[in-house]
């Protein structure tokens, strides 16, 4: 017997007593917790009823954070303005509908404006909407909004220079319900509704005040400010809004329940609403989580405490090409709904990098790169099937009514063919899996073209941003095929915040203007620019025309659409986007792939525009 | 004593100030800064303009820095855009929750690893010696994500028996009320503390079974029971001791992976996200926290010791 080892310690010690205590103790508490988890399958059928709680993931690693609807860049994000705050304030114009990218007639709270004198003057006409605290939606709650707008353009967080409320010459409450806009240019009424007046939210007279009292933002510009100040200061105790009278005044189908920090959200019905489709359920909640996999946990585990969430990408069933989703994983309790946003993706080359941009500027290398991007690929490949091809400025998925791949084909689909020849007739060498250079320097139809050097060489840097397969393996794709031309492209993989610190407009010779080709792997969603005109991306000196492109003839095609009802303005506008590629092109991913309860009906088709409506859903029993 | 202490805080003092220099120095090093991560790729320039001057991120660093260190000595840890909060009432509501992890699942691996620790070493290379040893390497070799998951496949998925996330609340009431949601990430962090204290009990133990004062004790009558409990035991623990003070900064960090696969609303899960929009104020108060943890930490490990064992005294 060694030292030290105990002969007569045996299965009657103390210790294996314990252990046999502590088994019994654990098996206790999950059989006494495991009786209320058991998973079951739900009906999918039957008849519509009444009540019933539904809870709605966010996002994840994404919570609504922020209550006052006129707020900052700072606190604006879908979470917020789709999963909060229009749930409560409706905003005067709603967009989308029954799944397409257009106005909702139905669920505004104005009619469709009257045009006059050219489109310089624009009336609306409220309808009959209540606050909560039964007083009347008013002209003067659109007032208030502009007032605000005027006093606070550096605070509202979408705000263009030359756009609302600089465009509006005069506001002119003509009565408690409407409301008439002397517009300081004739604008595209469409433009105007879908751009401008989409960024309104009335607000309610029970507002307009500050800490000291009553206030008149509706009425003078000048006491907005101090408005803004407080009702600012309200919003930022995110722990009293479901409790600060302030935010229980709503409008919309919900007021809050509860609210906290962390993203776990209830909502009650607003009894009196008055809008057409009141709540059906008895309580909406929304739940945060971090990470999707924690998400699909929940959802797999059957305990039916998320009603509608959503599949994490990687765990998305293939989708054969003749349906709409593939064999759906939780098909017992929920049912797979693809949900499509309407939006255009892409990666920016920085025109103004002094090595590489001139370069970038000749329309022939970008439609040479445009021809090595094999977006259906990808899709394929990335996303199991989920996912449209992005032909031009203009997204043809959904269908909508101002693009559409019958109408708007992809001029540069994968065809690294023509990538080669585009490149050899312009003057460069192509040799496969080496670096080409100019040979024929010149400004000449089949020369290299303005600002690019005899011996200029086609090696690039990608800054991409890792963490998510599809980004990544649309870059290994990229990098693949442009080896076969003579492009060689250095992939830099970098987290999502540098990539978007690093791929900004920038002037020509500045320190942060040297990265040449940025992918933050998201473009662009239209909301709440939802006609997609792309004079925020595309124009000339832009604030987010990130590559700092810039072509006269775009920029006037832009300013069209903006000022023409016409629909070949639009038509025009896409066109010569989808051929001059101010950016290239990438495929659009579904924004989520949505699982709903078998037995929740109402929820589809989910908006465009990534708004939500929980005021239609109802269980059926 | 009182000597040691003095200068271990004084020392603790200028660790923690180097560690938040540093850190500081750092966050701001990163390409792209704060404003882009938080505005997003929409923000225009002069949206970024504007938000750093709000934010005072367009001040030299050195000034940005005398700024955050005078409010945090007032206790202000700064505001979080991200979370519409402060970040000092970001740590109170979310501390508790964590704390209410460590504690359990900690409190559970001593329960447990303590008695395993010392069943090894007194059935030293025998059968159960050899089986919780691989058992040990498994979960000590496994990481915690992967544990987690298995365990959720387990008994909320395949069995199912309890739930696959963690309760949700903001009050601590709210979650303590419903333990069937804390029972797997307990166990996940305790499974893998198990292993680790386990170990070290053991060599310990074994260490003492072959000292002059266990022999002694023997020689003077006591029974082997005896010898173990009130003897060996007691020695034995000091390297318990030493793990336990230096996880204290694991209270303030949080279970960062295990509260993220079991969507527990923690520091850790904060820390996260923090660390993914580049929330500078939130990253900069979880460090000195876990900073002060740390020292702290280490100051109580040094003074458990001295409880344990009297023949250490710090003149």
């Known amino acids: 017997m060694s030292p030290g080892v105990i002969s007569g310690w045996g299965a009657r010690s103390g210790f294996f007593r314990a252990r046999r205590l502590i088994w019994a103790i654990l098996l206790t508490i999950v059989a006494l917790i495991g009786t209320s988890c058991a998973g079951q399958t739900t009906p999918s059928s039957g008849r519509p009823v009444e009540g019933g709680v539904a809870t709605f993931a966010e996002p994840a690693n994404t919570t609504p954070n922020y209550i006052f609807p006129f707020m900052s860049i700072v606190y604006f994000s879908v979470s917020t303005v789709s999963d909060l705050q229009y749930l409560m304030f409706r905003p005067l114009y709603w967009f989308g509908d029954n799944g397409q990218p257009v106005l909702n007639d139905r669920l505004s709270l104005a009619d469709y404006p009257t045009f006059a004198d050219d489109n310089r003057t624009v009336t609306v006409k409220l309808r009959d909407y209540a606050w909560s605290d039964n007083t009347k939606v008013t002209a003067d709650g659109i007032v208030f909004w502009i007032n605000m707008m005027k006093a606070e353009k550096k605070n509202w967080a979408v705000y263009v220079p030359g756009g609302i409320p600089d465009d509006i010459d005069s506001l002119t409450a003509d009565s408690p319900n409407q409301v008439t806009f002397h517009l300081n240019k004739s604008y595209s009424a469409k433009w105007f509704v879908y751009n401008e007046l989409a960024q309104i939210t009335p607000l309610p007279h029970a507002w307009d005040r500050t800490a000291s009292g009553a206030s008149d933002c509706e009425h003078r510009v000048g006491d907005c400010t101090a408005v803004y100040d407080y009702l600012t200061d309200q919003a930022k105790s995110i722990n009293s809004y479901a409790t600060n009278p302030l935010w229980q005044v709503v409008d919309g189908p919900w007021r809050l329940k509860s609210f906290n920090a962390d993203g776990n959200i209830s909502f009650i019905p607003n009894k009196s609403y008055s809008g057409p489709n009141k709540p059906h359920l008895a309580q909406f909640n929304e739940a945060p989580f971090s990470e999707n996999a924690a998400e699909y946990n929940v959802l797999r585990s059957g305990d039916n405490s998320i009603q509608v969430g959503h599949l994490p990408p990687e765990d998305a069933p293939v989708k054969p090409d003749d349906q709409e989703v593939g064999h759906n994983p939780l098909e017992n309790n929920y049912t797979l709904d693809r949900w499509y946003s309407f939006a255009v993706n892409y990666f920016p080359l920085n025109n103004h990098n002094p090595r590489v941009g001139p370069i970038f500027q000749q329309q022939y290398f970008r439609q040479a790169l445009a021809s090595l991007v094999d977006q259906k690929s990808i899709i394929k490949a990335a996303v199991h099937g989920y996912g449209a091809t992005t032909n031009g400025p203009i997204p043809t998925t959904p269908k909508n009514p101002y693009a559409s791949d019958k109408t708007e084909p992809n001029p540069f689909t994968y065809d690294p063919d023509r990538a080669q020849k585009l490149l050899a007739n312009h003057g460069w060498s192509t040799p496969r899996d080496g670096v080409g250079t100019c040979e024929r320097p010149g400004t000449g139809p089949n020369q290299c073209g303005p600002g690019v050097n005899a011996g200029a060489r086609l090696d690039f840097q990608m800054m991409y941003a890792t963490g998510t397969t599809q980004v990544t393996l649309a870059m290994q794709q990229l990098q693949s095929s442009a080896t076969k031309v003579g492009i060689k492209v250095d992939l830099r993989g970098a987290p999502f915040n540098t990539v978007i610190g690093t791929a900004i407009p920038c002037d020509a010779g500045k320190p942060d203007c040297n990265w040449e080709m940025g992918n933050w792997g998201g473009g662009w969603v239209f909301a709440p620019d939802f006609y997609p005109t792309g004079e925020q991306i595309f124009g000339t000196g832009a604030g987010s025309n990130v590559g700092s492109f810039s072509d006269p003839k775009l920029d006037q095609l832009i300013a069209v659409t903006q000022h023409s009802d016409s629909p070949e303005a639009l038509q025009a506008y896409t066109r010569y986007g989808s051929e001059t590629l101010p950016v290239i092109w990438g495929p659009n991913y579904d924004y989520a792939e949505t699982e709903i309860a078998n037995n929740l009906k109402g929820v589809t088709p989910q908006s465009p525009y990534l708004n939500i409506t929980p005021e239609d859903w109802y269980y059926v029993k | ?315």
């Open chain 2, 1 to 315: 004593m009182t000597g040691f202490i003095t200068r271990r805080l004084l020392q603790s003092v200028v660790v923690v100030l180097l560690v938040t220099v540093i850190v500081f120095i750092l966050l701001h090093l990163l390409p792209g800064g704060p404003a882009r991560a938080q505005l997003g790729p929409r923000a225009t320039s002069a949206a970024i303009e504007n938000f750093n001057h709000q934010m005072g991120y367009d001040r030299p660093v050195p000034i940005q820095y005398w700024h955050w260190l005078t409010q945090l000595v007032t206790g202000n840890l700064g505001f979080s855009v991200k979370f519409n909060q402060s970040v000092a009432s970001l740590i109170g509501e979310r501390l508790p929750k964590t704390l209410v992890l460590m504690v359990l699942s900690t409190l559970f691996a001593l329960v447990v690893a303590i008695p395993l620790g010392m069943l090894q070493a007194v059935k030293r290379n025998h059968a159960a010696d050899y089986t919780i040893t691989v058992w040990a390497f498994v979960f000590y070799a496994t990481p915690p994500f992967f544990l987690g998951v298995v365990l959720i496949v387990v008994f909320a998925v395949d069995l199912p028996i309890l739930p696959a996330e963690a309760p949700q609340s903001s009050s601590l009431g709210v979650i303590l009320s419903q333990p069937g949601g804390l029972i797997l990430p307990v166990l996940t962090l305790a499974l893998l503390t198990i292993a680790q204290f386990s170990r070290y009990m053991r060599s310990s133990v074994i260490e003492n079974l072959a000292e002059d004062y266990v022999r002694t004790a023997r020689a003077k009558g006591a029974g082997e029971r005896s010898v173990l409990i009130h003897h060996v035991l007691r020695n034995s623990l000091i390297p318990i001791a030493t793990l336990l003070g230096l996880s204290l900064p694991a209270i303030f960090s949080g279970a960062l992976i295990t509260e993220a696969v079991f969507n527990f609303p923690g520091i850790g899960q904060l820390f996260w996200t923090a660390a993914q929009t580049q929330d500078y104020p939130i990253m900069l108060g979880i460090t000195v926290l876990v900073g002060v943890a740390t020292v702290i930490g280490s100051l109580l490990a040094d003074l458990a010791y001295a409880v344990l064992d009297p023949r250490v005294r710090y003149a």
